[in-house]
């Protein structure tokens, strides 16, 4: 067989498996500890990091005809590193040149290389993981967790779909029709298969690893050619991928030029000169629903798999657990300051107010739970840093002064500590579902709306109606009513939104574990792609067979 | 469980393994004998075909605002049956007011009531094919196999690979976090199918059920309703199917309008009405490149899967069975008037000649042995009428008129009784490669092009290039030698088209089983379909989760 594929085959056994049950199971461990990583792992990954600042990032024969590279950290530095970079043409015709061995080598090379470079990738997490930090504004340890072993078991996951999809069908058969009482007709059939060609993966600011890992392991394990084309401000963690990528390609005989990078600068993105070019046939995109609009109409025949915007809601109807519900938005709120795209926005709250295990809580009583649950997470400046991180995008910034005019505050965004122009905790508006329609827009960042609405019903039909409508990747309930419990589940699923039911414990429903939770459903405008189901790997290639009369002597063997 | 299900599980589970195997299986006997079908079926499904003629074609509940229908058979007589019909947007209200309950069906449910369906139509075949033979003009014998059993065997290919899907992610599973020395966080996830809505299902008039069954099938499994669309000429098999399909939804329960028939008449097609529809979300197409691109640019978001047109190509490189080699080729020719998508247009041949069992053959003794092969097979007018049938479309008979001067004619085309205006044996015409490229456009119907080109590897690499820029369904090659069969294999892979080597018994380019053969690519643009793999199924539904923390108690359960 082969000697990668061998080496890695019980991972790929086990996440075959995990993806069939369900239930948790990661195969890059999350804790950033040096008794896993190696002691001096952490250390040695920021010391990686900090040699690659101000420096040119070299990738030996990667296509080049200038360098750039302008990314800032949102906690403050210059990265100053500069990227080879080239028009969408050349990378194209490189990527175009490198196609023909990958597309014929055998599944099993591809696979192993694949799960090789994610191996390879997860021994650098703590290198990546200040990469991510320092493009991304995620505090380290969800810079660690999301940037690293969580992307790299999304990736894990998209190779082993599609290693199981490539597989189903044999490479060969023998096809034995009876003729009655004269000899069967026989043929020999083969299948093979053939990659769609060239695939581009257009990363987003926020994730520049977990959004992109599923759909470049997908097309890399299936025999495409890939172009990464990272967010100008957060090069970097691509960066390094493509590297790693590129270095095991050389180093199995491959041509590197399988994996690039289309680094680009921000107001010149190359992206749309990519989407145009006919040569690219798979196009994973995350970002808005307004460009994901326009890849859309211009993409031709590329097949494209998206996640794109939404808005997430809570309804609130009752609880057993006040305080943990409390504490629980609150940490989903804070979380890396609302900018997930699993970040919930509203909350829906009835306007007589929810039963509880303290009694009936007005509304203003929920309100001010929440607000309160907040601001103690926050309490500690060195804990809030820890929770909320800074924000990636100076937009982010702008948006929050904007909502300000939107409700009224019962918890105004602030910084972490004063001054600090690059974090923002929560804002929290209360609004009335009867007087706005404000909430219903995305406000992407730490912007939340308490909404007023006639009763639970009322609030579980708006944030479902509101999902289907603008798109939503996640949905919360809180409830104690079992028959209402029901119907919501019920009414979000037919939004297609996956619904979380009365966390109030370590789980959030910010977060989406691999190997178990669907990300985004493509049931509804938030996007087309589910990482990952069958529908995100089947369609990146095709199979094709040649058949023949099977000599008569071959007949019977 | 559920009856239907239980009762044709065995089928199910036959179907699952074929396709795993892709040797030669199939559920529903190809043989139109009464020792299978019943001493009587044959009588009986003439009777009930007669017992059609000339009246209304009733189907209860059918929303109607008025009714038409002018179908005549290619045979001469007019069928004078009358269907239901409405406009788009009625059809599309019955649609969704039949959905909720169907999507929320038990998988099993679904696919046991499909498989009842199948059942009931195979019991049906002759009908089946008679309607099939008095409207796309297929002789009896091929209407009745075409059109009954193995249309039948692709509508549970599709199940089976639907079933597959929706079963490949479990129910519910226990997902049990470990917090290191803490109590793990342990949640219950629960899955649905959640179909994409209101499914189109276009057919064409020469295979309105083989070419429709796949879709139509793949979409009921996975909870979409369905709108058929026929072909204004070729109604009653459609009619017919939708109607067993209707009765067995209603005898379950369920509202028969989950399958309504889009009856409408030709000049005044409600097709595009149907496709600008926003409620339609999954459109399954069989017919020609240009309409194919208007359903593209105007789907909206709905999931499109098309079959679409192409020029299949014969490469000849020399043979060691000349005799048969000319004897396959002309039955692929003569084969239902070359009206299949899976006929082949072009026969690529040295202009040096080839090398045969019989010495060195000239570019003309090719040619000249293919057509007197043609000459030979269809030289009994009964048996050529059992070949030919009748030609379908009137633009046919156009196309073979125009197509006289587009080359030298060794073979010109002909009615198989003189005077019929209805049949027409294949016309031949020998033509350059260096002098035209007449026979690179599609001419649909009993028109071949004998090509002379440079050599054997010129003429594989032209009919490669071929598949490739305009589409293909099938290619063939006749070559002895096997490094060129090698490099053929590849050629035409890349291609993305599925290639016959050799054929020279009773088996022909023309034939694609299921169970075994995927029928169209996706990989070139005679279409996006592959029927059936699993990226024609695994998106016609997504999968949407909720998730609660487990109850304490029912933690070790």
């Not at 890849?295 to 657990?321: F, L, M, P």
């Not at 809180?478 to 039911?501: C, H, M, P, Q, W």
């Amino acid at each position: 067989m082969d000697a990668l594929f061998d080496r890695h085959q019980p991972t790929l056994a086990a996440a075959l498996q995990a993806v069939q049950e369900r239930g948790y199971w990661s195969a890059y461990p999350e804790i950033p500890s040096g008794k896993i990583y190696g002691e001096t792992a952490k250390d040695d990954g920021l010391a990686s990091y900090n040699a690659r600042l101000g420096k040119r990032f070299d990738m030996p024969g990667h296509p080049a005809t200038t360098r750039l590279g302008a990314e800032i950290s949102p906690f403050g530095p210059t990265l100053g590193i500069t990227y080879p970079a080239a028009d969408a043409r050349t990378l194209i015709a490189a990527s175009r040149a490198a196609a023909p061995l990958w597309a014929a080598a055998p599944v099993e090379t591809r696979v192993g290389i694949c799960l090789e470079i994610l191996a390879r990738l997860n021994r650098i997490s703590f290198e990546i993981a200040n990469a991510v930090m320092h493009t991304t504004g995620q505090a380290f340890a969800m810079a660690f967790q999301a940037g690293g072993p969580h992307a790299q078991d999304r990736g894990l996951e998209a190779v082993a779909y599609a290693f199981s999809e490539m597989t189903r069908t044999p490479g060969q058969a023998v096809w034995t029709k009876p003729q009655g009482r004269a000899e069967p007709i026989v043929l020999e059939k083969h299948w093979r298969i053939v990659p769609r060609g060239v695939s581009l993966v257009i990363g987003c600011q926020t994730f520049p690893t977990w959004n992109s890992y599923p759909g470049l392991f997908a097309s890399l394990a299936t025999g495409n050619t890939v172009i990464v084309k990272p967010h100008p401000g957060a090069i970097l963690p691509l960066a390094i991928t493509v590297s790693v990528i590129r270095q095991v390609l050389t180093e199995e005989g491959f041509d590197a030029n399988i994996a690039l990078l289309a680094a680009d600068a921000s107001g010149a993105e190359i992206t749309c000169d990519l989407v145009l070019n006919d040569a690219v046939s798979i196009i994973d995109y995350t970002g808005s629903n307004s460009f994901g609009d326009w890849v859309r109409r211009h993409a031709g025949d590329a097949q494209i798999y998206t996640e794109e915007a939404g808005v997430n809601s809570i309804a609130v109807a009752a609880t057993d657990d006040f305080t943990g519900m409390c504490a629980n938005i609150a940490f989903s709120l804070s979380l890396y300051s609302g900018q997930m795209c699993t970040a919930p926005q509203n909350i829906y709250v009835p306007r007589s107010g929810i039963k509880t295990n303290h009694g009936l809580k007005s509304f203003d009583e929920v309100a001010v739970g929440i607000v309160a649950a907040i601001d103690a997470l926050l309490a500690d400046t060195a804990r809030a840093a820890g929770i909320c991180g800074a924000i990636a995008n100076p937009a982010t910034m702008t948006r929050i002064e904007a909502a300000r005019g939107l409700g009224k505050i019962i918890r105004d965004s602030a910084p972490i500590n004063t001054g600090d122009q690059r974090t923002a905790t929560p804002l929290v508006l209360v609004v009335d579902s009867d007087n706005t329609n404000a909430h219903e827009e995305e406000r992407f960042g730490p912007i939340a709306f308490i909404v007023g609405v006639a009763d639970a019903a009322d609030g579980i039909e708006k944030a479902a109606t509101l999902a289907h409508r603008k798109g939503a990747i996640t949905a919360a309930l809180y409830d104690t009513d079992e028959g209402r419990v029901d119907a919501a589940v019920d009414a979000f699923a037919k939004a297609g939104v996956n619904l979380s039911i009365n966390l109030t414990g370590g789980i959030f429903v910010n977060q989406s574990a691999a190997f178990s939770d669907f990300h985004v459903t493509g049931a509804n405008p938030a996007g087309s792609a589910s990482l990952t189901d069958t529908a995100f790997v089947a369609n990146r290639f095709r199979t094709v067979m040649w058949r023949r009369p099977k000599a008569p002597d071959r007949i019977t063997a």
